[in-house]
């Protein structure tokens, strides 16, 4: 690696390596000694190609579910199967990972500005800011920069864009996979809500096991299956469409929306 070459988006490769190599250390016990990570179906991202590749999952921190994938993804890809046993892994990362995430929160303070430079693909979004209900068109630039990120390298992207559960999909990612075409594999997390805040920066409680699971790529027909029949594939796949809650028991949904609320008011 040249010691100043850049990415597509202008950020130096040798510090975004050891921002990486940085933030793995200082994160590795939060999924395995503080909590444990139960992994499974890693074994697939081995044998993904280098680019255009979309992870799908749904989502429960802001921060905490990403560094995850980082930690499961850099380990698989260097022989670890289902674990993150030893994070010596994270010394030589993936360097075209990336993820998407809100521009107001990436911009909010000293340190997620950091984070943001070790993979963030920042957009607007299109129905919430600073708080507030909106509504505004989507920014063109957002969607060519995902389309950049997935030439160059594997994009991570929450697409119900919310933390709370069984919100809907939101279409611009069935759009990106009609247009980009790429391998989507879904992503399906548990536990990440019990055991970190709501941004995921802060250890909430321990001893919670959480649960990681990678699936085999979607079957899709990007030229005939419409936007809505994509949507409704990924809400399935993520185990976010709305028939699931009929197998969830009453408690745990009301334990989920009481978790929600105390999440909400806590900032």
Same mark, same amino acid.
């Given at each position: 690696?040249?010691?100043?070459?850049?990415?597509?988006?202008?950020?130096?490769?040798?510090?975004?390596?050891?921002?990486?190599?940085?933030?793995?250390?200082?994160?590795?016990?939060?999924?395995?000694? @503080?909590?444990?990570?139960?992994?499974?179906?890693?074994? /697939? *991202? =081995? #044998?993904?190609?280098?680019?255009?590749?979309?992870? +799908?999952?749904?989502?429960?921190?802001?921060?905490?579910?990403?560094?995850?994938?980082?930690?499961?993804?850099?380990?698989?890809?260097?022989?670890?199967?289902?674990?993150?046993?030893?994070?010596?892994?994270?010394?030589?990362?993936?360097?075209?990972?990336?993820?998407?995430?809100?521009?107001?929160?990436?911009?909010?303070?000293?340190?997620?500005?950091?984070?943001?430079?070790?993979?963030?693909?920042?957009?607007?979004?299109?129905?919430?800011?600073?708080?507030?209900?909106?509504?505004?068109?989507?920014?063109?630039?957002?969607?060519?920069?995902?389309?950049?990120?997935?030439?160059?390298?594997?994009?991570?992207?929450?697409?119900?864009?919310?933390?709370?559960? @069984?919100?809907?999909?939101?279409?611009?990612?069935?759009? /990106? *996979? =009609? #247009?980009?075409?790429?391998?989507?594999?879904?992503? +399906?997390?548990?536990?990440?809500?019990?055991?970190?805040?709501?941004?995921?920066?802060?250890?909430?409680?321990?001893?919670?096991?959480?649960?990681?699971?990678?699936?085999?790529?979607?079957?899709?027909?990007?030229?005939?299956?419409?936007?809505?029949?994509?949507?409704?594939?990924?809400?399935?796949?993520?185990?976010?469409?709305?028939?699931?809650?009929?197998?969830?028991?009453?408690?745990?949904?009301?334990?989920?929306?009481?978790?929600?609320?105390?999440?909400?008011?806590?900032?």
């Amino acid at each position: 690696m040249g010691l100043f070459k850049k990415n597509p988006f202008g950020h130096y490769l040798i510090l975004k390596k050891w921002l990486i190599r940085l933030f793995g250390v200082l994160t590795h016990r939060r999924y395995r000694g @503080f909590n444990e990570l139960q992994i499974e179906g890693s074994g /697939i *991202i =081995k #044998n993904l190609p280098h680019t255009n590749v979309l992870f +799908v999952s749904n989502h429960q921190t802001y921060f905490a579910d990403v560094t995850a994938m980082f930690h499961v993804f850099n380990a698989s890809l260097s022989g670890r199967v289902d674990s993150i046993k030893n994070v010596g892994y994270i010394w030589q990362p993936k360097m075209n990972i990336y993820y998407v995430a809100a521009k107001e929160t990436m911009k909010a303070g000293f340190l997620t500005r950091i984070m943001a430079y070790a993979g963030a693909v920042t957009v607007e979004r299109t129905w919430r800011a600073q708080g507030q209900e909106v509504k505004r068109e989507v920014n063109p630039n957002d969607t060519e920069n995902i389309g950049v990120a997935l030439n160059d390298g594997w994009v991570i992207t929450f697409p119900q864009g919310t933390t709370k559960p @069984f919100k809907p999909i939101r279409k611009g990612t069935a759009h /990106i *996979i =009609k #247009n980009h075409k790429p391998i989507v594999i879904p992503i +399906v997390i548990d536990g990440f809500r019990r055991s970190f805040d709501k941004k995921g920066l802060r250890i909430k409680k321990r001893g919670i096991l959480q649960t990681f699971q990678i699936k085999e790529p979607l079957d899709i027909d990007y030229e005939n299956e419409s936007i809505e029949e994509i949507v409704q594939k990924l809400e399935y796949a993520i185990e976010q469409h709305s028939s699931f809650l009929k197998v969830i028991p009453k408690e745990e949904i009301d334990a989920m929306e009481d978790l929600n609320e105390q999440r909400r008011w806590g900032y």
